[in-house]
């Protein structure tokens, strides 16, 4: 995404999926609808007489978690939040990512915006300016336990903000006070009850899930298109998707799925050179039972694009304003378990596109089944082909298979036992993003073996589509005549998956889903 690219409206508890993409995508100028004004102004005005009467509400001006029966006088409230800040960034680990950063820090401001938060448009207007100057707070990945909100992670967002801590600009990392020295932005000093607003939430959580739902949209499309190579490549049977066998089972993600295999080998060669006579009768399930693999996969990304896109448009800090009766409502909206329960059921169902795809990597290069040449290489013996490359591909379906343990099963209490439930949703988030990785290099395995499978039928041709998906890998990757150094070319396939290659090949799966 170009800097020159339109910029986006942010309407707050209406981002679309089309906008976080394009956010994810690459750097787009945010900017936020007129109409949010007017929320943020009535929020902020019921926290001011909250204040001004010293009345003792919850975040405000009293201590938090264990702490909160402690009432803070009014002097110390901006020492309150900037405290709060500074003892919570307490983030481990790697950093996470300019792309990530950007999904977590465009659905907080969406939430703030939403008016229920308490905070100053001032504030929102300073973080707008941050993020369209591409200044990325440096967030660690772990620390958060997905209840009480992201804290830790967003307590380095709003540091950054704070011009204090790290951030990334253009790659580099450096001091946030000298970042926004040099963007001409002022820090961001807190008023009552703006540090706890910006620190709590599920930004975190959802914004790294986000991002393994737009893996796994890619790392999608590529089983269908390879899976459908590789049917044609092991001479199978395009009978199993017939779409009177998905109708009357009825499982609307197996009967579209199906559909596309059909439309994906409509037309090939290969299929025609053994349609009749053909001695085997079935095909093993890796080739025949794809529809209802990949159609079941389909079915829980619909759901979790539905769960995360709600909870990016989502209030999820505490308290609450609520300007219409001008109350403030402790709550937990923090408490990320909808998050944990899609990233997990995202886990496993992305998990199960690469063990299917394993087993048909295992069958191609297996002579006895496929009839191809034993690792899918001439001079077998001579060449060992394949072979390998397989056993990296079962290696990563292994490291899957212990990955899809769900993060959301295990709580442990914190806070002095006042946060004693908590969701585990960005641990949960971050397994399934290493889950889609894992499975996208597990497809340019197959999709390489998928291709010299096809070449060993020659003169006989597949489909018109698969051969135009064919000729794209082998504008990027030879025939494999003999051994070579092969990792650069299985990386360089994972590559073009990863940047949207195959997407004229292959309609989205996702759709915008009415929250």
């Known amino acids: 995404m170009t800097h020159n690219a339109s910029p986006i409206t942010l309407h707050p508890g209406r981002v679309t999926l089309a906008e976080l993409r394009r956010i994810h995508a690459g750097p787009v100028q945010l900017v936020l609808d007129a109409s949010a004004r007017a929320g943020l102004q009535k929020s902020l005005a019921t926290v001011q007489r909250i204040v001004d009467e010293d009345q003792v509400v919850y975040g405000i001006n009293t201590g938090f978690g264990k702490l909160a029966k402690v009432h803070i006088p009014r002097e110390q409230l901006e020492q309150l939040q900037t405290n709060l800040v500074r003892s919570h960034a307490v983030g481990m ?190 095909d093993p399930y890796s080739l025949r039972c794809q529809p209802q693999v990949m159609g079941a996969v389909r079915d829980v990304m619909q759901h979790a694009a539905h769960v995360l896109l709600t909870e990016a448009n989502a209030v999820s800090d505490n308290p609450l304003v609520f300007t219409d009766t001008g109350e403030v409502i402790s709550g937990g909206n923090f408490h990320a378990e909808p998050v944990a329960f899609a990233a997990d059921q995202l886990t496993m169902a992305v998990s199960e596109i690469g063990a299917l795809s394993e087993r048909r990597i295992a069958l191609l290069i297996d002579a006895t089944i496929s009839g191809l040449p034993a690792f899918l290489v001439a001079n077998p013996g001579v060449n060992s082909g394949f072979m390998i490359a397989h056993v990296t591909a079962a290696a990563l379906a292994s490291e899957n298979k212990t990955l899809s343990h769900p993060a959301s099963v295990d709580s442990l209490p914190t806070s002095a036992n006042q946060e004693d439930h908590v969701s585990m949703a960005t641990f949960a988030a971050r397994k399934s993003r290493e889950v889609a990785d894992n499975v996208r290099r597990i497809v340019a395995i197959e999709m390489l073996a998928a291709c010299q499978g096809i070449e060993f039928r020659r003169p006989l041709q597949s489909s018109q589509a698969l051969e135009a998906v064919h000729a794209q890998v082998r504008a990027l990757v030879p025939r494999y005549d003999e051994d070579r150094y092969l990792a650069p070319e299985m990386q360089a396939i994972e590559a073009f998956i990863q940047r949207g290659g195959l997407q004229p090949f292959l309609e989205w799966p996702l759709q915008e889903t009415g929250r």
């Open 93 to 282: 680990g790697p950093l996470l990512d300019d792309a990530c950063v950007r999904l977590i820090f465009a659905t907080k401001i969406a939430s703030l915006a939403r008016g229920y938060s308490g905070v100053r448009e001032q504030t929102l207007t300073t973080l707008i300016a941050i993020y369209n100057a591409r200044i990325w707070p440096c967030i660690p990945a772990q620390g958060s336990v997905g209840a009480s909100g992201d804290l830790a992670p967003l307590a380095h967002l709003t540091l950054a903000a704070m011009g204090e801590g790290q951030v990334r600009v253009d790659g580099q990392i450096m001091s946030a006070s000298q970042a926004l020295q040099d963007a001409g932005i002022a820090p961001i000093r807190l008023a009552a009850k703006e540090g706890l607003a910006l620190l709590n939430g599920t930004q975190v959580s959802t914004g790294i899930a986000l991002m393994a739902l737009f893996a796994a949209e890619q790392v999608y499309a590529a089983a269908v298109l390879t899976g459908a190579m590789s049917v044609d490549a092991a001479c199978g049977s395009d009978a199993p998707f017939d779409p009177r066998i998905h109708a009357v089972r009825g499982q609307p993600g197996q009967i579209a799925v199906a559909a596309h295999y059909q439309r994906l080998l409509a037309g090939s060669a290969i299929r025609q050179s053994h349609l009749h006579n053909d001695t085997r009768v079935q």
